[in-house]
């Protein structure tokens, strides 16, 4: 088999044009969504029993149904009604981008909202009483006690949702918005070469996918001090203590 790298050059150029697009819809949908997944997941913590069955029944809907049948069901069914057609959002809703992220980010949103829940539940509560104890506001407990222990617990599960949002925006292209799969499709339809323009489209995302995965990494890591210091100081006195054995079986040996 010959591989024609003119093509896979010429492809692989075509086809990073597309990966603006591509993190348009990545970082557009995970702000909103998360944004979204705010709300969510306040009115799912809520005592009051409305607020509380809403966001359970948003999460259901969401992480139940198929991604592609929202996306579907934004793009082709919100225009039939003809309250949407007239109200100031359509010209937004028109436009395949924007029904893309928004689909996209409701989607995330059910999610997230577990995550985040899932991380506020990690937090001790006798930290919360302390903080209490010691005058500080809810606000500044908020702030500075729940926020950042419900995000170190949930960044490893949110990394995996920010990858599969990655992945999830290459089926943006089923409704006319060309990112990297999009355009990936269009070189096919043009040349039938469906191995090397899907194994430049596949690379791509693989890198996106790694550079998210370190960044979140790095990110952790910076709000886990405590965890690399107790490491450190672990392997610091693990030294000292094996040097004492060495040297004191020599004595021995000596002193025998």
Known sequence: MNIDFEFLGDTLSKLLAAVPTTLGLFVASLILGGLLSLVIVAMRVSPIWALNRFARGYILVFRGSPLLIQMFLVYYGLGQFHAVRASFVWPVLREPYACAILSLALCTAGYTAEIIRGGLQSV???????????????????????????????????STEAVLLVKSTA??????????????????????????????AAAIYLVLNFIIVRALGMLEKKLSPHLRDRNGTASKKSAPASLKAATASGSSDIDS
Do not use: K, N
């Not at 089926?171 to 469906?194: E, K, M, N, P």
């Open 124 to 158: 001790p509560h006798g930290q919360i009483e302390a903080a209490l104890a010691c005058g500080m506001s809810r606000w500044t407990v908020l702030r500075r006690i729940i926020a950042p222990i419900t995000l170190r617990y949930a960044l490893p599960a949110y």
């Open 171 to 200: 089926l943006a292209s089923l409704v006319t918005v060309w990112d990297v799969t999009g355009v990936a499709q269009q070189i096919i339809q043009r040349t039938y070469r469906t191995m090397e323009v899907f194994i430049c």
